[in-house]
T-cell receptor, first 116, second 112 residues
Framework: GENVEQHPSTLSVQEGDSAVIKCTYS??????FPWYKQELGKRPQLIID?????GEKKDQRIAVTLNKTAKHFSLHITETQPEDSAVYFC???????????????FGQGTTLQVKP | EAQVTQNPRYLITVTGKKLTVTCSQN?????MSWYRQDPGLGLRQIYY???????DKGDVPEGYKVSRKEKRNFPLILESPSPNQTSLYFC???????????FGNGTRLTVT
């Protein structure tokens, strides 16, 4: 079945450094790739998303890149700050025909720790 | 305020005792879904609904039921809970499906 692999499972960086989290997906029909951030004890919240007709998207210190040929996408956080510490989840949503199916496959999550 | 409301927040029950976790959204979203979150496994989709009376299985539907009789409500039903259903559950909604999910606050379920 469909699968999303996320790496690394934990990531520790110094404040100000960059952090990169990578995901690969199995279903070539996937066309929507969101990233969610979950702070301790809270609900996941969307931080950025990308669709398959775009190769890169940026929002201030956060960027996502997508390589459809290789079926992988990555989250890049620059100039990390302690408040970036959280669990990050990637996800992929397959498209069949002209409509999204409603299925959403999440990666296993990456715990990011930013040390002051 | 736009929100997804889940109840209860915490629930401790025993094996085999039927329970329902409620989920309600006030954003008129057509798409709603349920996830369970377990350490090391991320978020796994249980069921989703594209509209009233339209539901479909996600990745881990075994042991769960859902219904969508009204657009705003999407309850999750465990007919005979077992300890392996101990988890953190999230309800979410959006429209269209490929747009940011609005998550509820979560329900932490313990089955003994």
């Amino acid at each position: 079945g469909e699968n999303v692999e996320q790496h690394p499972s934990t990531l520790s960086v110094q404040e100000g450094d960059s952090a990169v989290i990578k995901c690969t997906y199995s279903d070539s029909a996937s066309n929507y790739f969101p990233w969610y951030k979950q702070e301790l004890g809270k609900r996941p919240q969307l931080i950025i998303d990308i669709r398959s007709n775009v190769g890169e998207k940026k929002d201030q210190r956060i960027a996502v890149t997508l390589n459809k040929t290789a079926k992988h996408f990555s989250l890049h956080i620059t100039e990390t700050q302690p408040e970036d510490s959280a669990v990050y989840f990637c996800a992929a949503s397959p498209l069949y025909g002209s409509s999204n199916t409603g299925k959403l496959i999440f990666g296993q999550g990456t715990t990011l720790q930013v040390k002051p | 305020e736009a929100q997804v409301t889940q109840n209860p927040r915490y629930l401790i029950t025993v094996t085999g005792k039927k329970l329902t976790v409620t989920c309600s959204q006030n954003m008129n979203h057509e798409y709603m879904s349920w996830y369970r979150q377990d350490p090391g496994l991320g978020l796994r989709q249980i069921y989703y609904s594209m509209n009233v009376e339209v539901t479909d299985k996600g990745d881990v539907p075994e042991g769960y039921k859902v219904s969508r009789k009204e657009k705003r409500n999407f309850p999750l039903i465990l007919e005979s809970p077992s300890p392996n259903q101990t988890s953190l559950y999230f309800c979410a909604s959006s429209f269209p499906p490929e747009s940011p999910l609005h998550f509820g606050n979560g329900t932490r379920l313990t089955v003994t």
